[in-house]
């Protein structure tokens, strides 16, 4: 699947900065990330969390791109991605504030403005988030454990006490989960407030 590579919309030059940090339009933003090219530099360098040279970064997303190993690319097929890369694509993201690109020395690194594009990436974040699974394991002990209480399994122990203990832990974990998604939510709002 090919996209029509277009250049930046002429907002990029009126980018306001804040600190460190940019506002980018909405266009410019999605112009970016509608390239899988693009979307795999920050891949790559979301994995590697530091400097990489150019020769490397084209190496890796060519042999995503050929469904192979590095070491069984082509010459060809390294030349044809480091070519669009070096021409193309990390000129347009370094003009973006997206990332930091010596051209003369042929590295890059993630700048603190990549944070726009990588919160519209699919992630795993919904995979290391799961508060169903820690409201399902509240569910299977405190039922297991109130059934047990109430069957006379666990002596000395009435079944009342257990079922507030449950309740005290849904409390617990229901306050938890309303704190990390405030705190969540104040980030993304951050971010969002920089989005034109």
Do not use: C
């Amino acid at each position: 699947m090919s996209s029509i590579d277009t250049p930046l919309p002429e907002e990029i030059t009126s980018v306001t900065d804040r600190g460190d940090r940019r506002s980018l339009p909405k266009d410019v933003i999605f112009e970016l990330l509608k390239n899988r090219r693009r979307r795999e530099v920050l891949k790559y360098l979301l994995d590697t969390e530091g400097t990489v040279t150019l020769g490397e970064l084209a190496e890796q997303i060519a042999a995503w791109e050929n469904d192979t190993t590095v070491n069984a690319l082509s010459s060809d097929q390294r030349k044809r991605v480091y070519v669009a890369l070096y021409q193309t694509h990390l000129p347009k993201m370094d003009d973006a504030g997206i990332i930091e690109y010596d051209q003369d020395r042929g590295l890059i690194a993630l700048s603190k403005n990549a944070d726009l594009l990588v919160m519209y990436l699919d992630t795993d974040t919904h995979r290391t988030d799961r508060w169903d699974r820690r409201y399902a394991a509240v569910s299977v002990v405190g039922a297991a454990t109130a059934t047990a209480a109430y069957l006379g399994f666990v002596p000395l122990v009435p079944a009342a006490w257990v079922a507030g203990v449950v309740v005290a832990a849904f409390l617990v974990l229901s306050v938890v989960h309303v704190h990390v998604n405030r705190r969540r939510q104040r980030v993304v709002d951050g971010k969002l407030s920089r989005i034109e």
